[in-house]
């Protein structure tokens, strides 16, 4: 016996009978739908004697049905429709979809994910749908024991619904089945199973039957959204010029003027004592030089009172030797001669408001305490260095070192080496090799990570140690150099990779040597692996990086999406998205946005039944096992999956059954749909009080002119043009390969003369 009970809101724990024929409570329909791989749902028609009339509020309104004392449904009411019948009487029908739902009302982010297994990226999208929802449309992961890890180097999704999210890269690509259990308890409960059922090889066969068919159209407000998450184009990707070794930088820029210009050697002077310059700036140090030594670094001035005391002034800037050597910084110490001019620049940006003391047409006179005697540490492009300089190379475990980690990992392949908190102590991450920062992001399996690009072409990435992006101090565009800081680690160890392939392309073979990973330590202990800075200037993207798309968040306050307060107020939060691909401005994007929502509507939908055929003994079959399908005129005996049932609550002889066309697990069945692209053809099969064979069928119908017991006109006219669709489908739809040509050529025989040989008495 079937029992509905209502409840006015999902948290009530009161509820209300519905149906329940012990306390005389009935509605006037009622047809439960429980599936193998889609959301179940249940449809209920009404009249105005039930509590449910005009009391169904979608997504507020639950119910429970019960199969005796357990529980086979729990669900929301979506789609509430008000008709007249024949009979003139007024009745309402009220469509609820179970729980499973509730994952399409939450909207995943760009998200990139790498090295996590099925069970991982599956909590990471669960906990990004509970953030969204109330307690009472949250999940928790129960059991999983999917393990297929074919897609574990890296997933990368774009703003789907939860319940797609799931789907696409999980169910679609991996196999697997998906189960919700409501808790009223608590929290509910989510599971994710290579495969239900079982097999059923010597007991309730499937016997083939008759067919029927119906039509309906209703109001479909699954569509709605409540709360509109605007994309417009996909970002372009982020370029960084990076430069080769002659661009003044490190310990290889300008010594020597070029071509008798000093600006290159002034540049690089400004980035060994952390000077910017302005045009400004260098017009300024060369009209002091000019004044000087017009651009003589060995000239002497062998004519003032400097001269006469038997201390002259010397070199580019015109320094006598004591006061160079009071402003001038190791190692650049050289007063007169080859580099002295890059020295003496030096030792002029060491004075303090040296800008203003060079500054006029008239003689200068260094003055003032210098600004820093520490040394000016050089280091070259090609060295390599330590990121924990005070351990040096330290000592590291199997599963710590480059390369097989011992079966610790995905096919037992360390990408990298990790240098952990306890062998490798220390909070400041040095730079091993420089370089440009060409990437500071955040992706799952790396966690907040920068990646660097030298000359000479390596790009390395310091990722797992910085629990923020803050603690990453350097930005992208900036030169950094060997023994340089790259940020504070405070997590147990910090990873560095290294690899020649752009990052992007690398990290999707994180686990594996196809991304031309190389080992940190011997690059380290080696200097490198012989590679040659480049000259000039290149560009590096991100062309090969998931890309996100424009959103509103730069003009909304952070927010990347718009409430809309008169539908969320019917229907709660429902978050969805607007893909407007050609905008490319977020006010633009902010603006259709608007114009798109006052223009929203509630969505009617077709709803449309396929071929249905009889069978009995309903109530032994489950969904997802396996029956032994027997029926010689259509196909050989074998083992077909219940993949449907649909529960008539009053007349369960009118219920009906979907039956898969092979006995394969979930897991099989669907990645065989995938590859193959491929619509497998369902048999719906209906619950008869008895077995009617098509064979005795067509013989009653030319002997007697009589169908079934009761037959009458309306009857025999529905079963001809029933027949004339099935006829269709066994032309057009049904492929050869489930039956042998004989047993086709006999059912297509059948079929055409119980199509064409009845009249209105069924003769």
């Known amino acids: 016996m079937y029992r509905i009970i209502g409840y006015n809101e999902p948290t009530d724990k009161a509820g209300f009978i519905v149906l329940d024929p012990r306390v005389n409570r009935h509605i006037s329909s009622g047809k439960l739908t429980l599936k193998e791989s889609n959301i179940d749902d249940l449809t209920i028609t009404v009249n105005q004697a039930s509590p449910l009339w005009d009391n169904v509020r979608p997504y507020h309104t639950h119910v429970n049905v019960y199969d005796d004392n357990e529980l086979i449904f729990r669900g929301r009411a979506i789609k509430p429709k008000k008709s007249?019948?024949?009979s003139g009487q007024f009745v309402r029908e009220y469509v609820f979809e179970d729980i499973e739902a509730y994952l399409m009302d939450s909207t995943q982010r760009f998200y990139e994910g790498v090295g996590q297994t099925p069970k991982e990226f599956l909590q990471t999208l669960i906990d990004v749908h509970n953030s969204q929802v109330p307690d009472y449309k949250k999940f928790q992961l129960r059991n999983v024991n999917v393990t297929n890890n074919k897609d574990d180097q890296y997933r990368q999704i774009d703003?789907?619904?939860?319940?797609?999210?799931?789907?696409?890269?999980?169910?679609?690509?991996?196999?697997?089945?998906?189960?919700t259990t409501y808790n009223p308890n608590g929290i509910n409960y989510l599971d994710y199973l290579t495969d239900i059922g079982v097999d059923h090889k010597n007991d309730t066969p499937i016997q083939l039957a008759k067919n029927m068919k119906s039509a309906s159209m209703q109001i479909d407000p699954t569509k709605v959204i409540t709360r509109l998450i605007p994309l417009g184009k996909t970002l372009d990707p982020e370029k960084v010029e990076v430069s080769g070794d002659s661009d003044g930088s490190f310990g290889d820029g300008a010594k020597e003027p070029v071509n008798g210009d000093w600006t290159p050697v002034m540049q690089y002077a400004a980035k060994l004592t952390g000077e910017n310059l302005s045009d400004a700036d260098i017009a300024n140090l060369k009209n002091r030089i000019r004044i000087e030594s017009n651009g003589d670094e060995n000239i002497a001035n062998n004519w003032d009172s400097n001269a006469r005391a038997g201390t002259p002034s010397k070199g580019l800037m015109q320094f006598i030797e004591k006061t160079f050597r009071y402003y001038a910084r190791e190692p650049f110490t050289t007063w007169v001669?080859?580099?002295?001019?890059?020295?003496?620049?030096?030792?002029?940006?060491?004075?303090?408001?040296?800008?203003?003391?060079?500054?006029g047409s008239g003689g200068w006179s260094p003055h003032g305490a210098p600004i820093s005697k520490e040394p000016i540490k050089v280091v070259d492009t090609s060295s390599w260095g330590w990121p924990f300089p005070d351990v040096g190379e330290g000592h590291f475990s199997q599963v710590q070192s480059f390369g097989n980690d011992g079966g610790y990992r995905q096919n037992s392949f360390h990408d990298g080496v990790d240098f952990g908190s306890v062998d490798h102590p220390g909070r400041d991450v040095h730079c091993i090799h420089g370089g440009t920062v060409i990437i500071k992001s955040s992706m799952a399996g790396l966690g907040n990570f920068v990646v660097t690009h030298s000359p000479d072409g390596f790009n390395i990435v310091y990722q797992e140690a910085f629990s923020s992006s803050s603690n990453i101090i350097v930005n992208v565009g900036q030169k950094v150099k060997t023994g340089d800081i790259i940020g504070y680690r405070d997590l147990s160890h910090v990873h560095i990779g290294v690899t020649k392939q752009d990052f992007y392309q690398a990290v999707r073979n994180s686990f594996s040597p196809a991304g031309g990973w190389m080992d940190p330590v011997k690059l380290i202990k080696e200097g490198g692996d012989g590679s040659k800075p480049q000259s000039g200037t290149q560009t590096v993207d991100n062309s090969n990086a998931a890309r996100p798309k424009?959103?509103?968040?730069?003009?909304?306050?952070?927010?990347?999406?718009?409430?809309?307060?008169?539908?969320?107020?019917?229907?709660?939060?429902?978050?969805?998205?607007?893909?407007?691909d050609n905008v490319d401005d977020p006010n633009v994007l902010m603006q259709q946005a608007k114009a798109w929502i006052d223009t929203q509507r509630i969505p009617q939908s077709w709803e449309v039944s396929a071929l249905e055929l009889h069978m009995p003994n309903f109530n032994s079959f489950k969904v997802a096992d396996r029956y032994m399908f027997i029926n010689p005129n259509v196909a050989k005996t074998q083992l077909l999956r219940i993949t449907q049932k649909g529960i008539d609550l009053l007349k369960p002889h009118a219920s009906t059954l979907t039956i898969g066309d092979k006995s394969l697990g979930i897991t099989d069945y669907q990645l065989e749909n995938s590859r193959n692209q491929q619509e497998f053809l369902n048999f719906k099969v209906s619950v008869n009080n008895r077995f009617t064979k098509i064979g005795s069928t067509v013989s009653q119908s030319q002997s007697s002119g009589q169908i079934t017991d009761n037959a009458n006109t309306k009857n025999v006219a529905q079963l001809q043009f029933d027949m004339k669709q099935l006829h269709k489908v066994v032309d057009d739809d049904l492929p050869a390969k489930y039956v042998s040509v004989e047993s086709f050529n006999k059912l297509k025989e059948q079929v055409e003369k119980l199509t064409t040989g009845g009249d209105d008495n069924g003769k």
């Open 84 to 86: 007249m019948e024949e």
């Open 337 to 359: 001669g080859q580099g002295s001019g890059l020295c003496q620049l030096i030792a002029t940006m060491n004075i303090p408001n040296w800008r203003q003391q060079i500054a």
């Open 550 to 580: 424009l959103t509103i968040a730069d003009v909304n306050n952070g927010r990347d999406y718009i409430d809309i307060p008169d539908l969320q107020k019917e229907f709660g939060i429902i978050e969805g998205t607007l893909e407007l």
């Open 159 to 179: 703003y789907p619904k939860t319940s797609d999210a799931i789907n696409d890269k999980l169910v679609k690509s991996l196999g697997g089945y998906i189960v």
